[in-house]
């Protein structure tokens, strides 16, 4: 079993930046791809970034593509999410996930393990 951390959720208007830390568990998390995703009250889950095992690919919703950065350090056990140009539409819960493979995916249903969440708020 893999243990999933996310941090670093708070409150911020518009125009503001975040980065959102997930910590996972396990000597094997190098070899994971990792993934970011948000559900907003009301709305599904959707894809926000993902990242491979040793940071090479990476991918972004067109939502949030220019002003989000996803990265790793395999040292650390860690992915970074770094939001900077914050709008009210990415108030959302933010989870972090893993796969026990290589590469990075887009979909949900690839990922084994997920967080619980970080709750991001965007004000006007």
């Known amino acids: 079993q893999v243990h999933v951390v996310e941090s670093g959720g708070g409150l911020v208007q518009a125009g503001g930046s975040l980065r959102l830390s997930c910590a996972a568990s396990?000597?094997?998390?190098?070899?994971?791809?990792m993934g970011w995703f948000r559900q907003a009250p009301g709305k599904e889950r959707e894809f926000v970034a993902a990242i491979s095992w040793r940071g090479a690919t990476t991918y972004y919703a067109d939502s949030v593509k220019g002003r989000f950065t996803i990265s790793r350090d395999n040292a650390k056990n860690t992915v970074y999410l770094q939001m900077n140009s914050l709008k009210p539409e990415d108030t959302a819960v933010y989870y972090c996930?893993?796969?026990?493979?290589?590469?990075?995916?887009?979909?949900?249903?690839?990922?084994?393990?997920w967080g619980q969440g970080t709750q991001v708020t965007v004000s006007s």
């Open positions: 396990g000597r094997t998390f190098s070899s994971y791809a």
């Open positions: 996930a893993a796969r026990t493979g290589r590469l990075a995916t887009m979909r949900g249903l690839d990922y084994d393990y």
